[in-house]
């Protein structure tokens, strides 16, 4: 059974940046899709990032040009690089892998973003 383990999170001001790792335990296929969603508090969770492959990604509108995301097939781990945080962006945030047609998700990391 697959394990996601995400680490990065932490307290940040405005303006700063923070990455985001996400390590899995077992094998992932560079062709299976992993993301980065979040939560804030009250909302529903939402997807903040994804990719399929090495080069296909997807952002949320609010996340363009601010965050990017990224993986290193060959130590089964996705990243995030968030830039020019915003109070906003405060929520937990989880990494998500479909792997061989089963949903995982990891057990979250908090961000938190003071203006």
């Known amino acids: 059974q697959v394990q996601l383990v995400e680490s990065g999170g932490g307290v940040v001001q405005a303006g700063g940046s923070l990455r985001l790792s996400c390590a899995a335990s077992g094998s992932i296929f560079s062709t299976d899709y992993m993301g980065w969603y979040r939560q804030a508090p009250g909302k529903q969770r939402e997807m903040a990032a994804c990719?399929?492959?090495?080069?296909?990604?997807n952002y949320a509108d609010s996340a363009k040009g601010r965050f990017t995301i990224s993986r290193d097939n060959a130590k089964n781990t996705v990243y995030l690089q968030m830039n020019s945080l915003k109070p906003e962006d405060t929520a937990v945030y989880f990494c998500?892998?479909?792997?061989?047609?089963?949903?995982?998700w990891g057990q979250g990391t908090q961000v938190t973003v003071s203006s």
């Open positions: 998500y892998a479909l792997v061989r047609g089963s949903a995982l």
């Open positions: 990719i399929v492959g090495g080069s296909v990604t």
